[in-house]
């Protein structure tokens, strides 16, 4: 099993960048799936995007398309997300997630970090 912890949240203005990491601690870290998703206040989690575990897959929500960009590096156990133009309505905790088959559902996803806050200020 891996055990994934994100950091690289923060405050940031509408219009500007952050980049998300994800280290998962535990063997066979190329052997998974790894998702980002996100929980805004009062809101479901939400899809943001996935990539397996080659990096040969990748999706993305329509609402990031464009904007923001998921990669690995199974050298060093970490995903990342880089957010670029980023939107009041990005403001969210966003939660790394390491799963088995490649899939936009929060369900299908096994193994969860503690999240980072995202806050973008208009």
């Known amino acids: 099993q891996v055990q994934p912890v994100e950091s690289g949240g923060g405050v940031v203005q509408a219009g500007g960048s952050l980049r998300l990491s994800c280290a998962a601690s535990g063997r066979a870290f190329s052997t998974y799936t790894m998702g980002w998703f996100r929980q805004a206040p009062g809101k479901e989690r939400e899809f943001v995007a996935t990539i397996s575990g080659r990096g040969g897959n990748i999706q993305y929500a329509d609402s990031v398309k464009g904007r923001f960009t998921i990669s690995r590096d199974n050298a060093k156990n970490t995903v990342y997300l880089q957010m670029n133009s980023l939107k009041p309505e990005d403001t969210a905790v966003y939660y790394c997630?390491?799963?088995?088959?490649?899939?936009?559902?929060?369900?299908?996803?096994?193994?969860w970090g503690q999240g980072t806050q995202v806050i973008v200020s208009s």
């Open positions: 997630a390491a799963g088995g088959i490649v899939r936009t559902t929060a369900h299908s996803y096994d193994y």
